[in-house]
């Protein structure tokens, strides 16, 4: 499928965060011709980009002194500050297309990602004629492309700058086709109303329904639909994109959504023994109408009607119907993630598991209905359904999932001594990413965890990794050297995932002396995750770094809260962006909510305080943490617990458990072990941020503060 305009630009050209302060230091008249190589980075560095304010258009490559990268770094700069036109010219130099300089001045992979910068910034006009120039170097043998399927995203942006330039007739195939074809953009809703009169009226009144559906005016979209469903003349319209947006029309802005599916299924019935229309419309069709059924099933099963059976039966058969059709893997695991969702609650889990097991594609896609059924088993203290439940699930299920089930089954108290060893053994050494698993089960058996690294994600790498992109080196290391830091990552992710781990290792430690901790820690996990080198101390230092280390200290001491813990919560709650903020508002640091902030303040008398200032935000959040401690008997993990949820809810789920009692044994008539408590927490967000804090401290307990990691289990639980 090809790529939108505006993932075009985010795939190419990452966003500009850094934050440098502009300095007021000027280079003066001087050209580049006259400035050194120092000169020019420290420029760079302080914001200064005076150096472009007397330079003539046929100047800039003399920027290709530097280099034959120093044009696009330079650009780059040029485009942060908002030097469109000065940033075009400069990348105009880099990409040997400006006049400014012979050709073979310019080297790959710098051309390239110059030609790619012209194609996407600038006025539309010049941002044509870039992509032209492109996709014409793009045509020629052995031309350097990246990524791989730009020819196709540049034939997009073409078309969208046809669009956008009211040059409608060179659209190819068409403005109506092009429409019909593709999601809607801002673009392509904003020069809807521009757009010629002699189309078919029918895609004047198909668009205006998306357009209602882009804007989320979901009931105008679907009394737009509801005609052109019974619309014969929308033959011509019959694309996913067009019948996505109808589908979720009828699903958000429909009242009633049995009569809604009929609409579905007469076009269904209409077009499938018509040989030119697409199975993959007929998927469409019967994929909305189930869904449509199912949310009608809801509704009355709320109600308490039995009509509800009735839909649900309507729905399981429309989905087997779009199963039918699927023939991309995405829409087969689509479908059956559906029916085993509505075999769950029905109590059908297993049988609906053994029915498609074997035509599934990607078995991870299913993980989130295993999980749900794990945490209503042992809600229930249901542990045989859990036993049966392994013996059904196929061996490439997500292996994260079968380390849980085995570290459960462990636990459960109905395995011999021998079998429940071999459980945890397997729980730990085996092939997964569960740390937190690894983490317990190393308790379990008191193994000692150390290099080369047991506490390192246990990931499968292929056997023919991806190669490197040509050139992805140097120009990682360029963003760094020309203090652009903050792109180092977001390019990194476009060349995954074979990122070398000496590079990652490099680069993070570049990242980590500009402030970026969040990216260096990203940066480093996304080498790991395709490397199959040992993972040593150093590496793991990267995962688990310990920035702000005399604010983290303070706060421990006044607050009696280990300072492992503290990295554990920090990292975990916002990966060490000290200006991070959640989609709830939650800020800093330790992720405080202002209402929760405010209360600390004036329990800590401060008048005044900010946030996102690391000192304060620490402070705060270990106040607020040592204070869940203490309101919930001195147990660390529920007060992780209420630190994510709430200790109201905390406390509501103690209650239901019969209570929570450490991490020591099983009785299935008294208080449950905090191991067991945190996988019935119906929260699926607050039982994995537990994991991920506890696997955190078992790692900074080692390599900091010499805990074993059964003294961390003990110590939290």
């Not at 330079?55 to 920027?63: Q, W």
């Not at 459960?412 to 021998?418: D, F, H, P, V």
């Not at 509501?652 to 191991?675: C, E, F, K, L, S």
């Not at 994991?691 to 307990?701: F, I, S, T």
């Amino acid at each position: 499928m090809s790529l939108s305009y505006s993932r075009f630009r985010m795939l190419l050209s990452g966003t500009c965060f850094l934050l440098f302060l502009f300095s007021g230091t000027s280079c003066g008249a001087s050209s580049l011709k006259k400035l050194s190589r120092a000169e020019l980075l420290s420029a760079l560095q302080a914001g200064n980009y005076h150096f472009t304010d007397t330079l003539s258009p046929k100047k800039y490559g003399d920027a290709l002194k530097f280099g034959p990268e120093a044009p696009y770094y330079i650009g780059m700069h040029l485009l942060k500050a908002g030097k469109t036109a000065e940033a075009r010219r400069m990348f105009e130099a880099g990409a040997g297309t400006g006049g400014q300089n012979r050709k073979n001045d310019t080297k790959e992979p710098f051309r390239t990602l110059c030609m790619q910068q012209l194609c996407l910034y600038g006025p539309a006009s010049e941002r044509l004629r870039s992509v032209g120039q492109r996709l014409n170097q793009i045509q020629k043998d052995g031309a350097f492309k990246f990524p791989e399927n730009e020819d196709e995203t540049l034939r997009d942006l073409h078309a969208e700058l046809l669009i956008e330039l009211g040059r409608f007739d060179e659209v190819p195939g068409g403005v109506p086709q092009w429409y019909s074809r593709h999601p809607l953009s801002a673009l392509l809703a904003g020069r809807f109303e521009s757009l010629p009169e002699n189309y078919p009226p029918e895609f004047y009144a198909v668009t205006a329904a998306r357009i209602s559906m882009y804007k989320r005016d979901y009931q105008r979209a679907w009394t737009q639909v509801e005609p052109l469903l019974e619309n014969t003349d929308i033959r011509d319209f019959l694309y996913r994109a067009v019948f996505s947006d109808f589908g979720r029309a009828a699903l958000y802005g429909s009242p009633n959504y049995a009569a809604s599916a009929v609409y579905f299924d007469r076009l269904f019935d209409r077009l499938y023994a018509d040989p030119d229309v697409s199975r993959e419309i007929l998927y469409m069709l019967a994929f909305y109408s189930s869904r449509l059924y199912g949310r009608e099933a809801e509704r009355f099963g709320q109600k308490g009607y039995a009509a509800s059976s009735g839909y649900l039966e309507l729905a399981r058969t429309k989905m087997e119907t779009a199963l039918s059709f699927a023939d991309v893997d995405e829409d087969t695991d689509t479908a059956i993630w559906y029916l085993l969702n509505t075999a769950f609650a029905e109590g059908q889990l297993f049988e609906g598991i053994q029915k498609y097991r074997t035509v599934w594609k990607n078995p991870d896609f299913f993980s989130d209905i295993i999980d749900s059924y794990l945490v209503d088993r042992l809600t229930a203290k249901d542990f045989a359904g859990i036993y049966r439940l392994s013996e059904i699930l196929p061996d490439s299920m997500d292996r994260d999932i079968l380390a849980r089930i085995d570290y459960l089954k462990a636990r459960s108290g109905l395995s011999s001594a021998e079998e429940t060893k071999r459980l945890f053994e397997r729980a730990f050494d085996e092939d997964h990413s569960a740390l937190y698993y690894r983490v317990l089960s190393a308790a379990a058996l008191d193994i000692r965890l150390g290099a080369p690294h047991s506490f390192a994600p246990k990931i499968s790498t292929p056997a023919e990794k991806p190669s490197f992109p040509v050139g992805a080196e140097a120009i990682l290391r360029g963003y760094a050297e020309y203090h652009l830091p903050e792109q180092v990552y977001p390019a990194a992710v476009r060349m995954y995932p074979s990122l070398p781990l000496s590079l990652a290792r490099d680069l993070a430690a570049k990242l980590t002396g500009a402030g970026l901790h969040s990216q260096a820690l990203r940066l480093s996990i996304l080498s790991l995750r395709s490397s199959s080198e040992p993972i040593t101390d150093l590496e793991l230092g990267f995962l688990y770094p310990r920035p702000w280390r005399d604010e983290i200290s303070a706060a421990s001491i006044r607050f009696d809260v280990p300072e492992y813990l503290l990295y554990a919560l920090i990292r975990t709650e916002s990966f060490f962006q000290a200006d991070a903020v959640s989609h709830a508002g939650a800020m800093g640091l330790t992720q405080m909510m202002r209402p929760t902030a405010g209360d600390v303040a004036r329990k800590l008398r401060y008048s005044e305080y900010d946030l996102t200032d690391p000192e304060t935000n620490i402070t705060f959040g270990a106040f607020y943490l040592a204070e869940l401690i203490g309101r919930l008997d001195g147990k660390i993990m529920p007060a992780l617990f209420a630190y994510n949820a709430g200790i109201t809810r905390i406390r509501n789920w103690q209650r239901t458990a019969g209570g929570v009692n450490g991490i020591t044994g099983w009785n299935a008539a008294g208080p449950m072990a905090g191991d067991l408590f945190l996988e019935t927490i119906p929260i699926a967000e607050t039982r994995d941020y537990g994991r991920k804090v506890l696997a955190a401290a078992a790692v900074y307990g080692y390599l900091y503060y010499q805990k074993t990691t059964g003294q961390i289990v003990r110590e939290l639980f």
